[in-house]
Nanobody, 128 residues
Framework: QVQLVESGGGLVQAGSSLRLSCTAS????????VGWFRQAPGKEREFVAA??????????YEADSVKGRFTVSRDNAKNLVYLQMNSLNPEDTAVYYC???????????????????WGQGTQVTVSS
């Protein structure tokens, strides 16, 4: 089984930056498409960004709502996937989750229900 762990969340002021990390215990993340999702209280889970597996080309994607501010990347040597978040605003406040799947097709990367493995989430709170 795949065990994912997110880290890097916290409480920051608007305009600040955070970098979230996702790693897997006993698995090589480069073999998986890894997505980032977030969920605010009372809201549905929202796609944020994803990066494809190495065998699928490794391209990164960011949702339109965060494009230009957030960047997803990998450090395969460290078995890590990052979500760099810049220019944070209060609307970014949510629990952020990483998710992984070994066989996800490109058209499904933004769909949370298509990911088999999930982390516990890390809280990001942005104050105004």
């Amino acid at each position: 089984q795949v065990q994912l762990v997110e880290s890097g969340g916290g409480l920051v002021q608007a305009g600040s930056s955070l970098r979230l990390s996702c790693t897997a215990s006993g698995r090589t993340l480069s073999s998986y498409t890894v997505g980032w999702f977030r969920q605010a209280p009372g809201k549905e889970r929202e796609f944020v960004a994803a990066i494809r597996s190495r065998s699928s080309g490794g391209r990164a994607y960011e949702a339109d709502s965060v494009k230009g501010r957030f960047t997803v990347s990998r450090d395969n040597a460290k078995n890590l996937v990052y979500l760099q978040m810049n220019s944070l605003n209060p609307e970014d406040t949510a629990v952020y989750y990483c998710a992984a799947d070994s066989q996800l097709i490109l058209s499904s990367i933004s769909r949370s229900e298509q990911y088999d493995y999930w982390g516990q989430g890390t809280q990001v709170t942005v104050s105004s």
